[in-house]
């Protein structure tokens, strides 16, 4: 794909356990963000990490960047039934252009 | 604060009408974006505007569709004619210039029998 790849597409995990999702790109960045959509809603903006990072921490939520293999990851601690949705990395190549949307990852967290 | 409005929010079509979208962004934000969402897929953009004027509209299939942002407030995204493959969510996104972050409204889910 063009606008790169997440994996897994799909993760199933029980409540309490920790979540991870990665993304990979292929161009150059000045930024990478990550939202999260809950189905037949809009999407959610959860974090933004800029190229020169490399850790960000938002409450239960930990992205890390390694510009060096153009991939990302975020990891959900704790995770609760509420976080069940979608979660969509997508990289803006400029300060206020467009983002690239990844195809996402469907995270279902069991109760 | 008000989010991003979308209206429609459903909207069923037969092929070759036309049909509109409108989005009113967040009260400030200069930068408004339309994005397309195909079922189990990404969003990807199909325009954007910095205020009244299009910064981007490359991946906008000009054929068909049409987008304005009057005044640099409201917008109006159209499709005519449209066809089955046009069968999508329509999400309309905002933000301030030149920031990053976007905000974006719940969509219109448009199916086109």
């Known amino acids: 794909s063009q606008q790169g790849e997440e994996d897994p597409q799909a993760l199933s995990i029980q409540e309490g356990e920790n979540a991870t999702m990665n993304c990979s790109y292929k161009?150059?960045?000045?930024?990478l963000q990550w939202y999260r959509q809950n189905s037949g809603r809009g999407l959610v903006h959860l974090i933004l990490i800029r190229s020169n990072e490399r850790e960000k921490h938002s409450g239960r939520l930990r992205v890390t960047l390694d510009t060096s293999k153009k991939s990302s990851s975020l990891l959900i601690t704790a995770s609760r039934a509420a976080d069940t949705a979608s979660y969509f990395c997508?990289?803006?190549?400029?300060?206020?252009?467009?983002?690239?949307f990844g195809e996402g990852t469907q995270l279902t967290v069991n109760p | 604060e008000a989010g991003v409005a979308q209206s429609p929010r459903y909207k069923i079509i037969e092929k070759r009408q036309s049909v509109a979208f409108w989005c009113n962004p967040i009260?400030?934000?200069?930068?408004l974006y339309w994005y397309q969402q195909i079922l189990g897929q990404g969003p990807k953009l199909l325009i954007q505007?910095?205020?009244?004027?299009?910064?981007?509209d490359s991946q906008l299939p000009k054929d068909r569709f049409s987008a304005e942002r009057l005044k640099g407030v409201d917008s109006t995204l159209k499709i005519q004619p449209a066809k089955l493959e046009d069968s999508a969510v329509y999400l309309c996104?905002?933000?301030?210039?030149?920031?990053?972050?976007?905000?974006f409204g719940p969509g219109t889910r448009l199916l086109v029998l």
């Open positions: 161009t150059s960045i000045n930024n």
């Open positions: 505007f910095q205020n009244n004027g299009v910064v981007d």
């Open positions: 996104a905002s933000s301030f210039w030149q920031k990053e972050t976007q905000y």
């Open positions: 997508a990289r803006g190549e400029t300060s206020g252009s467009r983002l690239t």
């Open positions: 009260s400030g934000h200069a930068t």
